[in-house]
C-alpha cells in the first residue's frame, strides 16, 4: 500500500460504530456524531448541523426558517432559508470555525470546524467498515453515507480477489444494474459500484464533480480496499464515459489504496471539449445530458430508489433529503457563456491530471458522438503516472469498449490490478454480449495469450516496453467483417502524444476551390453566407444506444450552393496520413454582424465520387487565440474569457485560428482532401449548437498578404493497406455522394 502524501489527522468522527442496513451482506456504520462546543449565550438550534470539506449541512430543520452561518470574529458569511425537506447547504465556506444561527439571532448551533482536503481520517475510520456482498452503504469523511452494491466472482471465503471500483452519478449501485459487475467478476474480479453522493440512494447533493464528491471517492477507495476479500487491500477503478471521467478527478486526490485507472471514452476539459467546444454552446448532447443528470438527481430521481425505500430502506429514504440543495446546473451554463475559472476549472480535467501517481490505461474514439473526441490533449498532462497507456481510434462513445480494444484493456488490468500474468481465455465469453448487445454485430476478439510461460516480472516488463500508444485505423472496416462491425483494419504505435513523428503540414486555401498550392502566389476571396438552418442540425436522429449499432442510418447531407465554402486538393499522388490535432488559420470578414461562428470540417472525397466524413473544429470567431505569434502551424489556445472577445468591425479582415479535434485517417493515393466551412451543424451525430450566425456573409480571403492555411499533422512511412475502405464501412463516419 502507498504512503499518504496528504496529512492524515484525528477527525471528530474517526471511531466508528457498524450496524446492518439495507439489502444484501453489506453492513454500515452510523453517521457522524457532531461537534460538542457549546454556544453559552444563546439557545440551541432544533436542528442538525454538520461540518464537511468547505461545506456546512443543515438537516432537520423547518421548512423556511432562515439562518446565517457566522465566523469566529462574529461576521456573517452566508446566509440562507431551510427547504421543504428540512435541509440546507452552505457550499464553498473556508476553513476555520463557524456558528449556524437563526437569523433573528435567538439561537445557534454549536461550533462547528470546517475542513479542508488535507483533513483525511485515520486508516481505523476505513478498515473498521465492514462491507460484504450485495447492496450496502459506506460512509465518507463527512458522515455522507454512498450507497454500493459488491458483486463478488465467488464466496467471499475464497478470496482475496482483485478489485474494480466503478464511481459515478448513474446507477452503479442499483442491484439489477449487473452487467457491467458480471461482465468483470468473469475475468476473475470483484466489482463495487458507487453511487457519488446526491445520486441512488447516497446522501448528500448533487453538483457535478465538486470537491465533496471527489473526496468521496477517496473514501470509498480506501473503505473497499481495507476489506478482506481484496486483494493486497488494493484496487483499480473501471468505467466508460461518466465513471470514466470520475476517475481522473477520483485519482488525482491520490488514494494511497489505488493502483491503477482505465478512463474510458472521456473529456479533456468540459467547456472546451464538450460543453462550449470553441466558445460554441453544445445545446444537443452537453445539455440534455446534464439536464438528465439534474433530474436524476431529485428526491428519488431514479426509480430504483423509490422501490428501495418503499421495501423499508430507511436509510435511502433519508439520503434523499438534501437533493432539494442541487444547484440548477443547466441555468449555470445559461449564465457563462463564457470560459469562468470559478465554475470551468472543477470540471476541467486537464489542470488536476498531473497529479495522478497510478498507471493508466486510456481509450476514445475520434468521432464520439457524445464527450466528443478531444480527449488526447490529456495523454501528455499525466506528467506523475508511471505509466500511460492510450488505444485511440475512428467510431462512436463505446468504441472504447470494443472487441478491439478489449484485450490490451484486460492485459493492463492483469498486470497492474491482478497482479498476475494476462489469461484472455475468458473474453470470447464476453465479446458476443459487448458485439452482439452494444455493436450489433458479430465481432472476433483476440484471446491470445501472449505472455504465457513467462515470469511475471518478465512479462511486466514486456508489456512495460511496448510502445505506449496504439492507433487503430478505420474500425469498422476489417477485412472480412460486416460493414461497422467493431474491429479495426490496421494499426500504428508510437511511443509518445503528440506524435513525435508528425509533421505539421500546411495545405494553402486558393481560388476556384483549390486548397494545397502555394500560399505565396494565391489570389482572391470565397464567400459564403453562415446559415445554421442551411442543413439539418445531426446527421443521426434515432435513439441514443442505436447510433453504435452496425446498421445504423446516418444522413449526413452536403450544403447547398453559398452556404459554405468548400476547398478540395487535386487527386493525392501519395497516401497521407493524418494522426493528430489540425488547425486553421482564417483570415476572414464579417458582413452584416459583429461575430461569426465557424465549423471547419474536414472530409476524404474518393476515386469512387463517395465522400467520406473525417472530423471537424468550432470557433465564435470573436474569441481571441494568445499564441498566434508562436506560429500558425501551432494548436490554438483560446481562453474564452469574456476579456478575450473581440468583436469584429465593418471592412475589417482578421485572422481566426480554428483547432481540430484530433484525428487519424488514411487519405489514400487517389482521393482528394476537401476542408469545408460554414455555419455550425450538420456534421456531428447528436452535437447540435446555440449558434449566433444568421445569414451574415463571411468572406475568406486567401492571397499572400492573407494567407489562409489549414495545418494537419501528417506522419510518413506507415504502411497503409492497398484498398479504400467502403463508403459508409467507417465507425463513426458518413459517407455521401461527393
Not at 457498524?18 to 457549546?38: H, I, L, M
Not at 470578414?589 to 472530409?603: L, N, R, Y
Not at 486567401?702 to 492497398?722: E, K, N, Q, R
Amino acid at each position: 500500500m502507498k504512503s499518504s502524501r496528504t496529512s492524515s489527522i484525528a477527525l471528530s468522527f474517526v471511531l466508528l460504530v457498524t450496524a446492518a442496513c439495507g439489502g444484501g451482506d453489506s453492513a454500515t456504520p452510523t453517521t457522524a456524531p457532531e461537534s460538542t462546543t457549546t454556544t453559552a449565550t444563546k439557545a440551541a438550534v432544533d436542528f442538525a448541523v454538520a461540518p464537511g470539506t468547505h461545506q456546512i449541512t443543515i438537516t432537520g430543520g423547518r421548512a423556511g426558517t432562515e439562518v446565517v452561518v457566522v465566523d469566529s470574529s462574529g461576521t456573517e458569511v452566508a446566509r440562507g432559508a431551510i427547504d421543504e425537506l428540512g435541509s440546507l447547504l452552505f457550499r464553498r465556506i473556508t476553513e476555520g470555525d463557524y456558528t449556524v444561527e437563526l437569523a433573528d439571532g435567538s439561537a445557534a448551533s454549536d461550533v462547528v470546524s470546517v475542513y479542508g482536503p488535507d483533513a483525511v481520517p485515520e486508516q481505523s475510520f476505513y478498515s473498521g467498515q465492514k462491507i460484504g456482498s450485495g447492496f450496502g452503504y459506506l460512509l465518507t469523511r463527512d458522515g455522507t453515507t454512498l450507497s454500493i452494491n459488491v458483486m463478488l466472482p465467488g464466496p467471499a471465503e475464497n478470496g482475496p480477489y482483485p478489485t474494480v471500483v466503478e464511481y459515478s452519478g448513474y446507477a452503479p449501485s442499483d442491484p439489477s444494474n449487473t452487467t457491467f459487475g458480471l461482465l468483470f467478476n468473469t475475468l476473475g474480479y470483484a466489482y463495487v459500484g458507487v453511487n457519488m453522493r446526491g445520486t441512488g440512494c447516497s446522501g448528500g447533493s448533487y453538483r457535478f464533480f465538486e470537491e465533496a464528491q471527489l473526496l468521496d471517492g477517496y473514501d470509498a477507495i480506501e473503505a473497499i480496499a481495507a476489506q478482506g476479500w481484496v486483494l493486497d487491500n488494493e484496487v483499480g477503478m473501471v468505467g466508460i464515459s461518466y465513471p470514466g471521467i470520475s476517475q481522473l478527478f477520483v485519482a488525482s486526490t491520490q488514494p494511497p489504496s489505488l493502483v491503477a485507472i482505465t478512463p474510458l471514452s472521456v473529456l479533456d476539459d468540459s467547456y472546451r471539449s464538450t460543453l462550449y467546444p470553441g466558445g460554441i454552446l453544445n445545446t444537443g448532447f452537453a445539455v440534455e445530458w446534464t439536464r438528465e443528470r439534474v433530474k436524476e438527481a431529485a428526491p428519488y430521481g431514479q426509480e430504483w430508489t423509490k422501490k428501495r425505500a418503499d421495501e423499508g430502506d430507511a436509510l435511502c429514504a433519508a439520503n434523499q433529503n438534501l437533493r432539494l440543495q442541487n444547484p440548477d446546473l443547466e441555468a449555470e451554463i445559461d449564465a457563462n457563456p463564457f470560459y469562468s475559472a470559478d465554475i470551468g476549472d472543477e470540471i476541467n480535467p486537464s489542470l488536476i491530471v498531473g497529479d495522478i501517481d497510478v498507471p493508466v490505461f486510456v481509450a476514445g474514439a475520434w468521432q464520439d458522438e457524445q464527450t466528443g473526441g478531444r480527449f488526447p490533449r490529456l495523454l501528455d498532462k499525466f506528467t506523475s503516472s508511471p505509466h500511460v497507456y492510450a488505444t485511440l481510434l475512428n467510431g462512436l462513445h463505446t468504441e472504447s469498449l470494443s472487441p478491439s480494444v478489449f484485450p490490451r484493456l484486460a492485459e493492463f488490468l492483469s498486470f497492474y490490478v491482478a497482479k498476475k500474468i494476462p489469461d484472455l481465455s475468458a473474453l470470447p465469453v464476453i465479446a458476443g454480449p459487448l458485439a452482439g448487445g452494444i455493436f450489433g454485430a458479430e465481432a472476433a476478439i483476440d484471446s491470445t495469450n501472449r505472455f504465457a510461460g513467462l515470469a511475471f516480472a518478465d512479462a511486466l516488463a514486456e508489456f512495460e516496453a511496448e510502445d505506449p500508444i496504439v492507433v487503430l485505423f478505420e474500425q469498422g472496416a476489417a477485412d472480412g467483417t460486416t460493414p461497422r462491425s467493431p474491429q479495426a483494419r490496421w494499426s500504428a504505435s508510437f511511443d509518445a502524444w503528440p506524435i513525435p513523428e508528425a509533421r505539421m503540414t500546411p495545405f494553402a486555401l486558393g481560388s476556384d476551390g483549390l486548397i494545397g498550392g502555394d500560399a505565396a502566389t494565391v489570389t482572391g476571396s470565397t464567400d459564403y453566407v453562415a446559415d445554421p438552418k442551411a442543413v439539418p442540425p445531426t446527421f443521426y436522429t434515432g435513439s441514443g444506444s442505436g447510433i453504435w449499432r452496425a446498421d445504423v442510418a446516418f444522413d449526413w447531407v452536403a450544403n447547398p450552393a453559398g452556404t459554405a465554402a468548400v476547398f478540395t486538393t487535386a487527386p493525392l499522388p501519395n497516401d497521407l496520413v493524418v494522426v493528430g490535432a489540425g488547425t486553421a488559420a482564417l483570415w476572414i470578414e464579417v458582413t452584416g454582424a459583429d461575430d461569426t461562428d465557424i465549423e471547419v470540417t474536414i472530409s476524404e472525397v474518393r476515386p469512387d465520387g463517395s465522400e467520406t466524413y473525417v472530423q471537424s473544429g468550432w470557433l465564435r470567431a470573436s474569441h481571441l487565440s494568445s499564441n498566434d505569434a508562436e506560429g500558425l502551424d501551432r494548436l490554438p489556445e483560446h481562453s474564452h474569457l469574456e476579456s478575450d472577445r473581440s468583436p469584429f468591425v465593418a471592412g475589417e479582415s482578421r485572422l481566426v485560428r480554428v483547432e481540430l479535434f484530433p484525428v487519424a485517417h488514411p487519405f489514400r493515393k487517389g482521393s482528394r482532401l476537401r476542408m469545408t466551412v460554414d455555419a455550425p451543424g450538420g456534421n456531428r451525430g447528436v452535437w447540435s449548437f446555440r449558434t449566433i450566425s444568421s445569414g451574415e456573409k463571411v468572406t475568406i480571403r486567401h492571397d499572400a498578404d492573407h494567407p489562409s492555411t489549414l495545418y494537419l499533422p501528417i506522419v510518413d512511412g506507415l504502411a497503409v493497406p492497398a484498398g479504400v475502405a467502403a463508403c459508409n464501412s467507417l465507425r463513426g463516419q458518413p459517407c455521401r455522394p461527393a
